[in-house]
């Protein structure tokens, strides 16, 4: 796991690198970050503090595997998806009190949970239909409503700091894009078409979009992209980079 400014410089190292670590995620303020790591083997949920490095396990439990953390927009509560016994559901964990509210319960696995600005909806993936698409629900759980509408599998949905577009993973036709569509699923936009594109995070303008791509037989880079679709180039690495997530406007 490492930290660097927007353009690549600065980089510091702030894991061991002797487990896998995916996926981090910025709280409001940027003074800590969540994310996976598969130290002892299988997924678990961690939370740093950036300026102590100071780390603990959040919402673990035996026989279960915790992925996909992101905060809500106050910074007091995580979502994220548990998986046990074959089913992967959406569960709410209030960093305050320790308690935890499950948000979804089927038989599908649910995933990338991201909250709405406001903090009063979560568009998350689940293969519900048969295929990975994008469903919105309240923040609190209850019915669910599939917003993706377009041919391909949908995934790693993230809502705008705008409010406006969730920005989204889709393959189709064996290529890979980064999208953007309206918060009810129209206006869907294909920004970018890579052999591996995935993984979007948008600058705290709402306008830029960073994701990671990957060639044919070659190692993972960070690019970045308008929402205009124009615009597009790598950001420099010191080696292969993925996994980014745009930290707030730090002051």
């Known amino acids: 796991l490492a930290i660097m400014d927007q353009d690549g410089e600065n980089v510091q190292v702030l894991t061991d690198g002797a487990a896998l670590v995916l996926a981090p995620r910025f709280s409001p303020r940027g003074d800590r970050i969540l994310y996976t790591s598969y130290e002892g083997g299988f997924p678990r ?4 503090d950036v300026a102590s490095r100071r780390r603990q396990v959040l919402g673990d439990q035996p026989g279960t595997m915790t992925f996909a953390p992101r905060f809500s927009p106050d910074g007091g509560s995580v979502v994220y998806s548990l998986s046990v016994d074959g089913r992967t ?4 964990l209030n960093l305050a009190s320790g308690q935890r509210f499950q948000l979804t319960n089927t038989a599908a696995i649910d995933t990338a949970p991201s909250f709405s600005p406001d903090g009063q909806w979560i568009v998350f993936e689940s293969d519900r239909s048969g295929t990975s698409q994008l469903y919105v629900m309240p923040a609190g759980g209850g019915e669910a409503r599939q917003i993706s509408r377009g041919q391909g599998r949908y995934s790693t949905p993230v809502w705008s700091p705008r409010g406006d577009l969730i920005a989204f993973t889709k393959s189709q036709g064996g290529r890979f ?4 569509m309206r918060i009810d699923g129209s206006g869907e936009r294909l920004l970018t078409a890579s052999f591996l594109d995935e993984g979007p995070t948008w600058a705290p303008n709402g306008r830029v979009i960073m994701f990671t791509r990957e ?3 070659g190692n993972p880079s960070l690019m970045s992209v308008d929402i205009s679709g124009r615009n597009l180039r790598r950001i ?16």
């Open 236 to 251: 420099p690495t010191p080696g292969a980079a993925s996994d980014p997530a745009w930290s707030p406007l730090l002051p």
């Open 45 to 48: 949920i961690f939370l740093m």
């Open 215 to 217: 060639e044919a037989g």
């Open 89 to 92: 559901n959406l569960f709410l």
């Open 177 to 180: 894009h980064i999208g953007v």
